[in-house]
């Protein structure tokens, strides 16, 4: 299918939706994205790209192949004691290629420019309020009262994506898991230090800290288990003094660097459903969108990316938009089922009481690689071949 004169709307500039866009566009396509936000700021956050997701970034032309750009390359992870900081067992970085560390908005950024120049165009500060199926495509709607015809819009618009709502309607109410999570950065300043992550355990919560910006700032998430806090989203704003306290039976290197934490936001994590269907022959689903999926495998920025490239090679090889859209459907939503139950199953496992906590550890400690290698089949996937 030649997309040389195909018209896309991509809705949402996060990950998703501008790799989509650059992804589209590479194949030929004209290409729109509308972002509700005014600016493409980023409250301060790290994630992990692991070698499926970079796999995408090389092939994109975004990151020259083999390098990581302003990410920073992981050594492993490091598993330790929440109480005496005590080295548990060290997980080597996967053998399906290395793993990188990126400050989200770097990321973003990167993705921006590339668009950018490839000529995607970026419409900032218009929310889509509708989408419904016309002659030949689609008809969105923008707050502003404005409408305009699209012959597919891509809905990148995240894990309460509102064109995923006009797909599916609703499909079951989301689940709490019960767990809440804080995440902030802290300055670092050491580019020569230890560049793997640190998973501190604990009995109902975990810390995961790793380097970013060259190593001149730490990225720390840490998950308790309550239920005195529901609220979802990314941006609410948390108490450091509190942090501090509800993590106050961990020691070692992980209490310092809590001890240093001044801004940070905090969410609640709900488990959703993986959308039953992902297209309708003018309307896709990627990303969040399509799979919202918990933070214990970091695996969300990584299967937008997967999502992005499949979904441009699929329309690219098929005869037309329909039969494109049904095997990009076809191809992608059992893995993102697998991945998305594979990181509830991790939320579980980081929280373990005694005495399976001690059980744990041990095992870790003499099963560490073996272990690892049981995730292969997520980080040694390339799309792109």
């Excluded at 290395?98 to 000529?119: C, Q, V």
Aim: with cysteine; proline share 4%; hydrophobic share 45%.
């Amino acid at each position: 299918m030649a997309l040389k004169n195909l018209n896309i709307v991509v809705v949402g500039a996060g990950i998703g939706g501008l790799s989509a866009a650059i992804a589209l566009r590479r194949s030929g396509a004209q290409v729109r994205v509308f972002e509700q936000a005014a600016e493409l700021t980023e409250v301060g956050a790290g994630l992990q790209i692991s070698a499926n997701g970079m796999a995408v970034l090389h092939a994109l032309d975004i990151l020259p192949r083999g390098e990581g750009g302003p990410g920073l390359r992981s050594a492993g992870t490091v598993i330790r004691d929440c109480r005496s900081g005590r080295e548990v067992t060290v997980m080597p970085a996967p053998a399906a290629g290395p793993t990188y560390y990126f400050h989200r908005a770097d990321l973003i950024d990167l993705l921006r420019k590339a668009a950018e120049r490839m000529g995607v165009e970026l419409v900032l500060g218009q929310r889509v309020t509708s989408c419904e199926a016309e002659q030949g495509g689609a008809r969105i709607e923008m707050t502003d009262g404005r409408a305009q015809h699209a012959d597919l819009v891509v809905a990148a618009d995240g894990g309460r994506s509102l064109l995923r709502r006009a797909l599916v309607g609703e499909e079951g109410a989301p689940r709490f898991t019960g767990q809440v999570a804080w995440r902030a950065t802290i300055p670092w300043g050491q580019a020569k230090a230890d560049r793997r992550a640190t998973l501190t355990m604990g009995p109902g919560r975990h810390v995961v800290t790793y380097p970013i910006r060259s190593g001149r700032e730490l990225n720390i998430v840490a998950v308790e288990e309550r239920t005195d806090w529901r609220e979802e989203g990314w941006r609410h704003r948390g108490d450091a003094a509190e942090l501090r306290s509800r993590f106050a039976g961990f020691g070692g290197d992980v209490a310092h660097q809590l001890g240093a934490v001044t801004d940070v936001y905090l969410w609640a994590l709900f488990l959703h459903p993986v959308a039953s269907r992902w297209q309708d022959g003018r309307l896709a689903l990627v990303g969040d969108a399509a799979h919202p999926t918990l933070p214990f495998m970091a695996q969300g920025a990584c299967l937008a990316l997967e999502d992005s490239w499949v979904l441009a090679h699929c329309l690219t090889h098929a005869t037309d938009a329909a039969s494109g859209l049904t095997r990009y459907e076809s191809a992608r939503r059992d893995r993102a089922q697998r991945v998305v139950a594979a990181a509830a199953a991790n939320a579980r496992n980081f929280h373990l009481r005694t005495p399976m906590r001690q059980l744990a550890q041990l095992g870790l400690s003499l099963l560490g690689p073996r272990i690892a290698r049981r995730y292969e089949w997520i980080y040694g996937h390339d799309v792109t071949r």
